[in-house]
């Protein structure tokens, strides 16, 4: 077998807990960067991707997740054992719920079905200012908006200016800038902070 | 246009969920989480006035809605090619931060791809790679 194997009949086949998996693990990884650098990508540019879907989970049975997208689309994703999910850090299919947020990446099968090579839910990534810092929170103005960033000792890393991350984040100052990947709460103004990165 | 070399991050737009919501369809009205494009920090003269990444040493030309860039990831060579939809990252907040993969390094804050282009070369809950940016 060639590595050259096609890509829709090996996600179409792995679902979650099916006897394809075994194709996945013999292609090696489809974790996202070792995926990405090995496919080029043939949308054009400004266009919508096809393999690209974003929305909030409506329902899961099984291992298809259905998204009820932001324009209004609805969204099939199957989910298989080979897929890459990040929900706060690198987690498993059982720690998706009803109403999260998503972005998916895959492969567009031919019944619509999105393959899912990565998904992320309720990731954020935004940029702020600090208005005030509390016992493990942050309290952050995004666009003129409060949020309310949740610190969590020994996961949530702290990046200033460009050098390497720790977990200290008693240098970031009130009225600094910062950009923050985390999990948003659903349907509240809360945050996990994931990573925070310090402007000067 | 020579390559650019600076930081890539990437920012929702358009309809959304949760904090993005609020973000609107971008400087050009077009701005999609879901299509290829980009924000831009020389997207009109309003826009660098804001984004001023002539202050940090990378000046970066003038270049309006709909202009082509192609995005390299220095981490594992994947390349998007996407549109301006909007303006910034905004460079100057964020002036001499450095990202690294290796020995391969950006400086400065140079595009924002959408969550669909950016994760077409990056995972997601990376934040933020090292890139090229080029015109062809």
């Not at chain 1, 006897?19 to 650098?37: M, N, R, V, W």
């Not at chain 2, 040493?57 to 220095?74: A, K």
Request: aromatic share 6%; with cysteine.
């Amino acid at each position: 077998m060639t590595t050259t194997m096609d890509r829709r009949r090996l996600l179409s086949t792995a679902v979650l807990g099916g006897a394809g998996i075994a194709g996945a693990t013999a292609l090696g990884s489809l974790a996202p960067e070792a995926a990405l650098a090995a496919e080029p990508v043939k949308v054009s540019p400004g266009a919508p991707d096809p393999n690209f879907a974003e929305g909030r989970v409506t329902s899961i049975t099984g291992s298809v997740v259905l998204l009820a997208g932001s324009d209004g689309a609805l969204h099939r994703i199957q989910v298989t054992n080979g897929t890459s999910i990040w929900k706060f850090q690198p987690t498993t299919f059982d720690r998706l719920e009803k109403g999260d947020g998503m972005y998916v990446r895959g492969v567009r099968l031919p019944d619509g079905t999105l393959a899912a090579d990565s998904l992320w839910a309720n990731i954020v990534n935004l940029t702020a200012h600090i208005v005030s810092v509390g016992r493990n929170v942050l309290h952050l103005d995004h666009h003129g908006r409060r949020l309310i960033g949740h610190v969590v000792p020994g996961t949530t890393a702290a990046v200033y200016n460009g050098t390497p991350a720790i977990s200290d984040v008693s240098l970031l100052r009130v009225g600094g800038h910062v950009q923050v990947i985390g999990v948003w709460h659903p349907d509240t103004n809360e945050i996990s902070i994931a990573t925070v990165y310090a402007a000067n | 246009m020579a390559a650019v070399t600076g930081e890539v991050s990437w920012f929702c737009c358009g309809s959304a969920w949760g904090p993005c919501a609020s973000t609107g369809r971008g400087a050009c009205g077009t701005c999609t989480s879901g299509n290829f494009q980009h924000a831009w920090p020389n997207a009109s003269a309003a826009c660098l006035a804001i984004t001023r990444p002539d202050v940090c040493g990378t000046p970066l030309s003038r270049r309006t809605c709909g202009f082509v860039h192609y995005t390299t990831n220095l981490c594992n060579g994947a390349r998007v090619g996407t549109s301006i939809a909007d303006c910034g990252p905004q460079t100057d907040l964020f002036c001499g931060e450095r990202a690294c993969c290796g020995s391969a390094c950006g400086t400065n804050r140079i595009i924002d791809l959408t969550p669909a282009a950016y994760s077409a070369i990056a995972s997601l809950s990376t934040g933020l790679r090292p890139c090229s940016v080029d015109t062809v």
